[in-house]
């Protein structure tokens, strides 16, 4: 199986053969508790951190991004709990 892909601005497609995970690294479907749907999007996070860590650089999923999305979560879920709207402008004023 194979694909075509134009990009805009561009004359040539890019063909090229379709490659599934599981043909890829077949090693994967014989790992006790590995999450086949979830494998994929892991290996990328990885050599994306470790390439970030060679050319020091920042990762596309790194430490203060991850930070603002839990807190946010997390907030927001104490907000429903309680009850109570949770301002950003309210919490900085009142350090």
């Not at 053969?17 to 290996?43: F, M």
């Not at 999923?61 to 709207?85: F, K, V, W, Y």
């Amino acid at each position: 199986m194979s694909y075509d892909f134009t990009p805009q601005g561009k004359v040539e497609p890019i063909h090229k053969d379709v490659v599934y995970e599981k043909e890829k690294y077949p090693e994967d479907v014989n790992e006790k508790g590995i999450e086949l749907n979830a494998a994929p999007a892991t290996r990328l996070h990885m050599l994306n951190f470790l390439d970030a860590i060679t050319t020091k650089g920042r990762p596309v999923a790194d430490i203060e991004e991850g930070h603002i999305s839990t807190a946010s979560c997390i907030l927001a879920n104490i907000s429903m709990q309680t009850g109570r709207p949770w301002s950003m402008i309210r919490a900085n004023a009142s350090s």
